[in-house]
């Protein structure tokens, strides 16, 4: 009934490919999938993407074979339901700092008895009601993915316990707000920041939690990431659209140019 490719290579430990974008546009969606990438994640923390755009935004990656999901405003139930109700087959949860902060966020994702998420099956997620609902709510307990972040110094201090949280399936660090959490704001290669960053990977992969991280072009650092337990790799399109739209610019003046 409801399927998540991405959570069954998480569970095979094999890695995804994909993109987390601001960019509400159902154009680039589709055309992310035609590009190959295997999910995306919605941005709704640093955009304006309100639930009913995000409605549309899910069916346009459905219909190109993108697993949906989307990062919420903050840990909090309620946001938590928007997004799965309107289709999204799991969530990525900002600034978790403590095992409870984590528990809160695995319960709101799953139904009873597994967790608290409010049942609705007449929504976008369950065809409208036209599906079993008791398979309904199975199917979406097994294959929704739910995913953290820990992007705070209180985060990293508590990692140890967080990763132990039943039902979480990824952590991801977000460096730009651990940067500025440690007293080093826009500065996420400096080297204490770095040293936060190294424990987080270090302790996930002892516990066999998959992490997420920043996709780039360096296949070294690729590598380097999967060998480290990395498992969902993730590229911002507003940076790659910026970065080849300049390249394309500069080769088409080059090719004017009159000598």
Partial sequence: ????????????????????????????????????????????????????????????????????????????????????????????????ETKEQAQQAALSTKYRPHGNRGINWKVVASEWGDVNPAEYISAANANILTIIQIETAAGVENIEAIVKVQDIDAVVIGPADLSGSMGYPGNPGHKEVQSAVDRVMKVCHAAGMALGVGASLDPAHMSEARQRGALLFFANPAEFIRQNCRALVSGIKAGLAVE
């Fill in 1 to 96: 009934m409801l399927d998540n490719s991405v959570k069954e290579k998480i569970r095979k430990g094999e890695p995804s490919v994909g993109v987390i974008s601001n960019l509400a546009s159902t154009q680039l969606t589709e055309i992310f999938g035609l590009a190959g990438f295997e999910f995306i994640i919605f941005d709704m923390e640093h955009s304006t993407m309100s639930e009913e755009t995000l409605e549309d935004l899910v069916r346009a990656a459905k219909l190109k074979k993108l697993v949906p999901l989307a990062r919420v405003r903050e840990n909090n139930a309620k946001l938590v339901l928007g997004a799965l109700d309107a289709g999204c087959l799991g969530v990525m949860i900002p600034q978790i």
